[in-house]
C-alpha cells in the first residue's frame, strides 16, 4: 500500500508542473499592482445568460518574509466560450478594472455585475480582504537556533528555511456512517532561487534541487490535510505537508519566494482509476479461486500419474502407427506453406493500395517488413509526435519574431522605471521645498512672539539664552502654520513647478537611463521577452488549428493500428502453420525414437508421482498463509477516502465568488518578500 500510494502522489506532482512556471514567473516581476481607475458603469440594457461560461481565477497574495498576508490580489478571466452578448458575474472583489479590453459592466438588482461580454473574454482584476484557505507560514534557524528574517541579512553559518503549511478548507461529509472532515486537497509548490556565491551545500526535504552553474533552484512540494484525508497511519506513509531548506550561508541575503496551491491534481484524476482498489479486491477472489483449483489439479495430477504409468506400456506399441500417419502428413506440407503464403501476399497487396490511397508514401509492405512498416507509421501519427512537430514549428515562428516582442517588453519596463524614478525625485523635490518654506514660515512667526529676527533667534537658541518651553512655543506655531492648507498647497505648487523644469526632467531622464542599463533591468527585460514567447506558444497550441491536426492524427493512427493488427492476426496463423508443418516432419523422424524414450517416461512416473504430493503440501500452505491473509484485508475505505477527496476538491472552484451556473477553476501563488 506504501508504494501504490507513492506512485499515486508522484503522478499528481507530474500533472501540476506544467501549468505552473509561467503563472508564477509573471507574478515575480509584477508584484507591486498600480491602482487603475476605475470605470464608468453605464446603464445595462440586457439579462446575461451563463450556459457555457466558466472563470479561470489565479489569487496572489503579497507576503512578509514570514509568510504574513500582507495584500490579496484577485485575477479573473471569464471564459465566453459561447460569445455570449452579456454574462453575470457574482465576485466579493472591490476596486474591479478591466486589465485587457474596453468591456464595462453594470451592477444589477441582485449586486451582481453585468459585464457588456460583446461575445469576448473578460480578464479583470480587484482586490479582497478575505482569509485564505491555506496559511503559509515561513521560519528561520541559525546554526539550530531561530532567528528573525532581517537579522539574517549579511550573517554567515548553516541557516535552515521551513515553510508550513496550514489547509483550513474543508468540508464535512460522511464516510462509512460516520461524519469526517475532509480538507480540499491542495498541492503545494514552493520555488526558492538560491545564489551559487551565497549558498552551498544545499539540502532540501520534501523537494528537488537544480543547479545551473551560478543558482540552484529549490522546488519543494507539500499536501496539507491529504494525510487527514486519507487517514494514512505515517508509520506506513507520512505525506508532506512542509518543505524545509537547509544550506551554508556566506553573507546571508535571500530574494523573494514563490509558492503555488493548486486543487487540479486530484480534479484531473481519473475517478475511474479509484476502482483500482476494488479491482484489487476481485482480483485476490479470482485468486483464491484459481488457488483452489490449482489444489485439486494437483490432486489430479498425482493420482494420473499411477494412470500414466500404466499407459507407458500402450504408447510403446502405438508409436508405429504414430509414425506412419505422421509420415502421410508430412507429404503434404510443401503445399499447405505455399498456399498460406499466397493468401498473406494478397492481403499485403491490398493494405499497400489502402495505404496509398490514404497519401501515406511508404515503402511496399512484404511479409519480412509490414510490421517494421507499420509500426513506424503509427509512430509518425503518435499524438504526442504530431505535438512535439506542431510546437516545434509554432515556437521557430514565434522566435522569429523574438526582436519585436523584446521591444515591447522593453517600452514597458521603461515605463515603469520612469514612473519610479519620477516619484523618487518628486519627493527629494518636495523635500527641500518644504524647507524652504518652512524657513519662510520660520521668519514670520518668530518676530510676532519674541520680536526678534529668526537669524538673531538662532543665535540666541544656539547660545542657550532661548528657554526650552518658548523653543518649544514657536516650533509649535510653526508646525501649525505648516500644516494649514495654504502651505500645503504652496508646497505642492512649488514641487509641481519645479518638476516640470527641464533640469528636473533631464535628472528624471538620466536617472531611467542608468537604470535602463543595470544588470538588473537587462535581466528582467530578457526574462519577460522569454515569457511571452512562452505565454504566445502556448496560446497556439491551444489553437483549434493544432489540435484540429492532433485529432486527424489520432484518427489516422487509429486505422493503421487496425490494419496492422489483422496482418499480425494472419502472420500468427502463418508463423504457427509453419512450426505446425516443421512441427510434423520432425514428429516423423521422432516417431522411431518414441519407443525406447517411453522407458525412460515408465521410470520417471513414480518420481512425478512424489513430486506432486509436495507440490501440494506446498500449494495448501502457500493459499493458507498467502491468499486468504490478502483476501481477508480492508481495501475499501481508502477507496471511499480518496473518491470523497476529489469529489470535495471539485466543489471548490474559486476564492472571490462566481455565479451557481458558471463552472471554474481558482490557484494561488504566494510571493514572499526577500530579505536583504
Not at 489 to 507: C, L, S
Amino acid at each position: 500500500m506504501k508504494k501504490s500510494s507513492m506512485k499515486g502522489i508522484a503522478l499528481c506532482l507530474c500533472a501540476l508542473l506544467s501549468a505552473s512556471g509561467i503563472a508564477m514567473t509573471a507574478f515575480a516581476l509584477n508584484t507591486d499592482s498600480n491602482e487603475a481607475e476605475k470605470q464608468e458603469e453605464p446603464k445595462a440594457s440586457f439579462v446575461a445568460d451563463n450556459a457555457g461560461i466558466s472563470k479561470d481565477e489565479t489569487v496572489y497574495v503579497l507576503a512578509g518574509t514570514d509568510g504574513s498576508v500582507q495584500k490579496i490580489i484577485v485575477s479573473d478571466w471569464i471564459k465566453n466560450s459561447l460569445g455570449s452578448a452579456a454574462v453575470n458575474d457574482n465576485s466579493e472583489l472591490t476596486n474591479v478594472e478591466n486589465v485587457k479590453g474596453e468591456e464595462t459592466y453594470t451592477m444589477n438588482g441582485d449586486n451582481m455585475r453585468v459585464w457588456d461580454a460583446q461575445g469576448n473574454d473578460i480578464y479583470y482584476q480587484g482586490n479582497i480582504e478575505k482569509e485564505l484557505p491555506v496559511d503559509l507560514s515561513v521560519t528561520y534557524k541559525l546554526d539550530g537556533k531561530p532567528i528573525l528574517a532581517n537579522d539574517l541579512v549579511g550573517k554567515s553559518g548553516r541557516v535552515t528555511i521551513r515553510f508550513d503549511y496550514q489547509n483550513k478548507q474543508y468540508e464535512t461529509v460522511e464516510i462509512d456512517g460516520k461524519q469526517e472532515k475532509i480538507y480540499v486537497p491542495f498541492a503545494m509548490l514552493t520555488g526558492v532561487l538560491l545564489d551559487d556565491d551565497v549558498f552551498t551545500n544545499v539540502e532540501v526535504t520534501n523537494g528537488r534541487l537544480i543547479n545551473d552553474g551560478s543558482r540552484t533552484a529549490v522546488i519543494g512540494i507539500a499536501f496539507p490535510g491529504l494525510q487527514e484525508n486519507l487517514a494514512i497511519s505515517k508509520d506506513k506513509l507520512e505525506i508532506p505537508n512542509y518543505v524545509e531548506i537547509t544550506a551554508d550561508a556566506s553573507n546571508f541575503q535571500l530574494a523573494m519566494t514563490v509558492t503555488l496551491a493548486t486543487n487540479e491534481i486530484f480534479n484531473e484524476l481519473d475517478g475511474n482509476g479509484f476502482d483500482s482498489v476494488s479491482e484489487l479486491r476481485a482480483s485476490v477472489e479470482e485468486l483464491m479461486g484459481a488457488m483452489n483449483q490449482l489444489t485439486d489439479g494437483v490432486v489430479s495430477l498425482k493420482n494420473g500419474a499411477d494412470s500414466l504409468d500404466a499407459g507407458a506400456a500402450e504408447l510403446m506399441s502405438g508409436a508405429a502407427e504414430l509414425s506412419e500417419g505422421l509420415n502421410t502428413l508430412a507429404s503434404n506440407n510443401d503445399t499447405l506453406n505455399a498456399g498460406a503464403k499466397q493468401v498473406f501476399e494478397t492481403l499485403l497487396s491490398t493494405a499497400n493500395t489502402q495505404l496509398a490511397a490514404a497519401g501515406l508514401n511508404v515503402p511496399a509492405l512484404t511479409v519480412e517488413n509490414y510490421a517494421q512498416v507499420l509500426s513506424g507509421i503509427i509512430t509518425s501519427l503518435d499524438k504526442n509526435a504530431v505535438y512535439q512537430q506542431a510546437l516545434s514549428q509554432v515556437t521557430a515562428a514565434v522566435e522569429a519574431k523574438s526582436g519585436m516582442i523584446e521591444q515591447q517588453v522593453t517600452a514597458a519596463v521603461l515605463e515603469e522605471v520612469t514612473s519610479q524614478v519620477t516619484a523618487a525625485v518628486r519627493e527629494e523635490v518636495a523635500a527641500q521645498v518644504t524647507q524652504a518654506i518652512r524657513n519662510t514660515v520660520a521668519e514670520q512667526v518668530i518676530p510676532s512672539i519674541l520680536h526678534m529676527d529668526k537669524s538673531s533667534y538662532d543665535a540666541a537658541a544656539s547660545a542657550g539664552q532661548i528657554e526650552k518651553e518658548m523653543q518649544e512655543k514657536i516650533e509649535a506655531a510653526i508646525g501649525q502654520q505648516m500644516q494649514s492648507q495654504l502651505i500645503s498647497a504652496q508646497i505642492q505648487a512649488e514641487t509641481d513647478k519645479q518638476m516640470a523644469t527641464q533640469t528636473i526632467q533631464d535628472t528624471v531622464a538620466a536617472k531611467t537611463g542608468d537604470q535602463m542599463q543595470s544588470d538588473a533591468i537587462k535581466q528582467t527585460i530578457t526574462e519577460q521577452t522569454e515569457l511571452q514567447i512562452r505565454k504566445i506558444v502556448s496560446e497556439q497550441m491551444a489553437s483549434d488549428e493544432v489540435q484540429a491536426q492532433l485529432t486527424a492524427a489520432a484518427e489516422g493512427a487509429k486505422s493503421v493500428v487496425a490494419l496492422k493488427s489483422s496482418l499480425d492476426s494472419y502472420n500468427a496463423f502463418y508463423l504457427g502453420l509453419q512450426s505446425y508443418t516443421a512441427g510434423v516432419a520432425d514428429a516423423a523422424a521422432g516417431a522411431g525414437t518414441l519407443k525406447a524414450g517411453t522407458d525412460v517416461l515408465k521410470a520417471g512416473t513414480s518420481q512425478l508421482s512424489a513430486g506432486a504430493s509436495e507440490l501440494y503440501d506446498g500449494l495448501i500452505e502457500f493459499n493458507e498463509k498467502g491468499i486468504k491473509k490478502l483476501a481477508d484485508g480492508n481495501l475499501d475505505g481508502l477507496v471511499a477516502r480518496f473518491r470523497a477527496t476529489k469529489d470535495v476538491s471539485l466543489r471548490y472552484k474559486n476564492f472571490a465568488g462566481a455565479s451557481e451556473d458558471m463552472d471554474g477553476q481558482v490557484k494561488f501563488i504566494y510571493r514572499t518578500d526577500s530579505i536583504e
